[in-house]
């Protein structure tokens, strides 16, 4: 709840003298910090603190809020590592929403007004209200209660200190008790805030975090499992444990940027230590780096095929008439897969295409190919697949390397790019993470880990537990058949969305079919309804142009919007707009989808793409998703 000024005042003057009456000996400094937080308890925290402040190998207070959990020095700290097992034993084993336990790697260190060893950081006495920051809240009052409650016992020689307000706003409603986190973990899962697994994960969550790999290991599981979240942590834990820079890097463009906000938020400390980028732009600022740069266009690259597809289009017409099937095969399986010759490719097996060729419709498809570099080097232009294969070259010949690397959306970055990914963890323990899932994947041509040189055998997990969406959102999205490319990232079968168990009932599925002419009313009432807050929920569509359409009847109707490309993470109240590429790996509390729907059967290659980008829209919606379908 928010103070008033006057309330406010009245508990930094309480908290000073409990602090003063707890410790009469100690530093006036030490004294005026420790009280500077328990001041905040008057604001919902608790604090748990050390009655012999001399021992300098744990945390002086632990602090438990909105936040998570903190553990904080006041001063000096002589063993930074024993002050960490010391946390993480203490809050090991303590149970949360949905039968989830409080993560080791949840837990923040800070160290007032002192030398801060790694992982602690270091605040100065002036920056203490960083540990209060809003815009972080991820535990209800409830939850803050219930930790404290199993943590308090565990903390020998502490005790908790803290002050009331002068007034009191009444109870936040709908909250859970400690007897209800301690006895009814799924009915917990209803209360759940939208960040809570920043402190809490499921048991085989947290033990992926903290395990450990002789060599690349792969994280796979349908829509909403945590494969993500199980990075993040991941991510932490490693940083914690390692000197070197890290990695998180993915194929979508926009997904970085909101990860990186993220990271700031749940390991402000760390931040500086993760580079979030997506492997383009890090392909690029790689060569740039090295005086090489290789500006791509990807817009004149698409001229020079389509002049190259003129060339040969009597070739392969017949096959297939329409060119972007054969620029796909160009780009996702040739190019791809940094095929060099004619031999590579036709003993290339083209996983996941339509189309089926002999050998000597392979030469013809490469003849395009070969034409159509031509032209590039002709013009001086670049593809995305250029700058990707330059990189790998450069990465082979002279580094750098990361003390690990994570990859999320594996299953949309082509062959060659994980090859340079491989080549920048390298070969060592816990060098290389990678998280995806088949059933999510919305570009055409597959591959198997093998095939970019990564054994991951003995080093698969499978996250089995959808977290993420409400069980009628989940029925919805499992009614697309999208389970065709399904596999565990290396060729044996996967799991799908329909294997996945429930953990959070409830929620709601909306469908409604009509005409453009018709969205607008449709559109402007479903937002109006909308049981989330808007800056929580997203429109998604299947193309650009429908996109930009949805947004212009937004912003007829008065919703404020935000592109989902111009999306970084960061909290709004505007409603986000943007294709199912851009969504992937984001999820929001509720999802409008406008689908526009053709007449007729599609080829048996799209209508397969298309099942799994439906799977992909819906399961970005926690608990509320509205299903346009919009005849053309």
């Not at 409650?149 to 009444?170: D, F, H, I, M, N």
Request: charged share 25%; with cysteine; glycine share 8%.
């Amino acid at each position: 709840m928010a103070l008033s000024a006057h309330a406010w005042r009245q508990a930094q003057r309480q908290a000073g003298d409990l602090v003063g009456r707890a410790w009469p000996g100690a530093d006036p400094a030490v004294r005026r910090i420790i009280g500077a937080v328990v001041a905040h308890t008057a604001d919902g925290r608790r604090v748990l603190a050390r009655r012999d402040l001399a021992r300098r190998d744990r945390a002086d207070l632990f602090l438990i809020g909105a936040n998570g959990v903190t553990a904080v020095v006041v001063g000096s700290l002589d063993d930074g590592p024993a002050a960490v097992r010391h946390a993480e034993e203490a809050c090991a084993g303590i149970r949360g929403p949905q039968g989830q336990v409080l993560a080791g790697s949840a837990i923040h260190y800070a160290v007032l007004g002192g030398h801060a060893p790694d992982p602690f950081r270091r605040l100065t006495e002036a920056e203490v209200p960083l540990l209060f920051r809003r815009d972080n809240a991820h535990l209800t009052r409830a939850q803050v209660d219930a930790i404290t409650a199993r943590l308090a016992p565990r903390l020998t020689g502490y005790a908790e200190l803290g002050v009331k307000a002068t007034a009191s706003a009444p109870e936040e409603r709908g909250l859970l008790d400690v007897a209800d986190v301690a006895e009814d973990q799924l009915t917990a899962a209803r209360q759940r805030p939208f960040e809570s697994w920043q402190t809490f994960l499921h048991p085989h969550q947290q033990a992926l975090v903290t395990r450990r790999y002789n060599g690349p290991a792969r994280i796979s599981g349908p829509a909403g499992t945590g494969k993500t979240v199980v990075a993040l942590h991941r991510l932490r834990h490693l940083a914690r444990r390692t000197t070197g820079p890290l990695l998180f890097t993915t194929f979508v463009r926009t997904l970085p940027a909101v990860h990186r906000a993220t990271f700031a938020r749940f390991a402000p400390e760390l931040a500086d230590r993760v580079e979030f980028t997506n492997l383009h732009s890090w392909a690029r600022d790689l060569l740039d780096a090295r005086g090489r740069p290789l500006p791509v266009d990807a817009r004149a690259a698409a001229t020079q095929f389509n002049r190259a597809w003129t060339v040969h289009r009597d070739d392969l017409a017949d096959l297939e008439p329409n060119p972007a099937y054969w620029h796909t095969e160009i780009d996702r399986v040739i190019k791809g897969r940094g095929l060099s010759a004619l031999e590579e490719y036709l003993a290339v097996v083209r996983k996941g295409r339509r189309v089926r060729l002999d050998a000597g419709q392979k030469a013809k498809v490469w003849r395009l190919y070969e034409t159509y570099q031509e032209y590039l080097r002709q013009r001086g232009v670049h593809d995305h697949n250029d700058l990707v294969a330059a990189a790998l070259d450069e990465v082979r010949a002279d580094g750098p390397r990361y003390a690990a690397v994570v990859v999320d959306e594996v299953q949309d970055i082509p062959l060659n790019g994980l090859r340079l990914l491989r080549e920048l963890a390298g070969d060592v323990p816990d060098g290389l993470l990678l998280v995806g899932d088949g059933q999510q994947q919305v570009y055409t041509g597959g591959w198997r880990l093998s095939d970019a040189g990564i054994p991951v055998q003995g080093r698969g997990e499978v996250l089995r537990v959808n977290y993420r969406n409400r069980e009628r959102v989940l029925d919805f999205a499992r009614g697309f058949d999208a389970d065709n490319a399904v596999d565990d990232l290396d060729g044996a079968a996967g799991v799908t969305l329909r294997d996945a168990e429930v953990a959070a009932p409830g929620g709601e599925a909306k469908r409604w079919r009509g005409t453009w002419a018709e969205l607008d009313e449709a559109l402007a009432k479903a937002v109006r309804e909308l049981p989330v807050p808007l800056g929580q929920a997203a429109l998604i569509t299947f193309s650009n142009t429908a996109a930009h359409r949805c947004a212009g009847l937004l912003k007829a109707a008065g919703v404020p919007v935000c592109a989902l490309e111009d999306f970084a993470g960061e909290p709004d109240d505007r409603l986000k707009v943007g294709t199912v590429h851009r969504a992937k790996g984001l999820d929001f509390q509720g999802v409008l989808v406008v689908e526009v729907t053709r007449a007729g059967a599609a080829p048996a290659e799209q209508a397969e793409l298309l099942a799994r980008q439906r799977l992909v829209a819906a399961t970005r919606a926690r608990d509320h998703l509205w299903w346009a379908e919009v005849a053309e």
